[in-house]
């Protein structure tokens, strides 16, 4: 089991969190797993963005990236060369810091 520490955010958890995932779990199912309801628009299919993360430690160890996921993160918001589209990013051994953007893309929410 990795933990996965999530760092601070004003709405999915003020206080920040760590969480234990198994390998092979997405980051984006761990985080929903323990009730930090991160947006996932798409169901978690790769079709949007608003599941973007930024890996603050341990972006060596996930899976790498395919090109639809390189892709869409070209229109995430705050951008960092450590992104990732949560719901692709697989939990390997070891331990996560992540952060969740203030912001993301998502106009159902937006009321677009």
């Not at 004003?10 to 323990?34: K, W």
């Not at 160890?61 to 918001?77: F, H, I, Y």
Request: with cysteine; aromatic share 4%.
């Amino acid at each position: 089991m990795a933990v996965i520490k999530i760092l601070p955010h004003p709405e999915y958890c003020p206080q920040g969190a760590r969480v234990e995932a198994a390998a092979g779990t997405s980051i984006c199912e761990a985080l929903l797993d323990n009730d930090i309801r991160i947006e996932h628009a798409c169901d978690m299919s790769c079709a949007c963005t608003t599941c973007h993360v930024i890996v603050r430690e341990g972006f060596n160890s996930l899976g790498e990236m395919d090109e639809s996921e390189e892709d869409l993160l070209d229109r995430a918001w705050g951008l960092e060369p450590n992104s990732r589209l949560s719901c692709q990013a697989i939990v390997a051994q070891q331990d996560l810091t992540v952060e969740i953007p203030r912001y993301s893309i998502n106009h159902a929410k937006e009321n677009h």
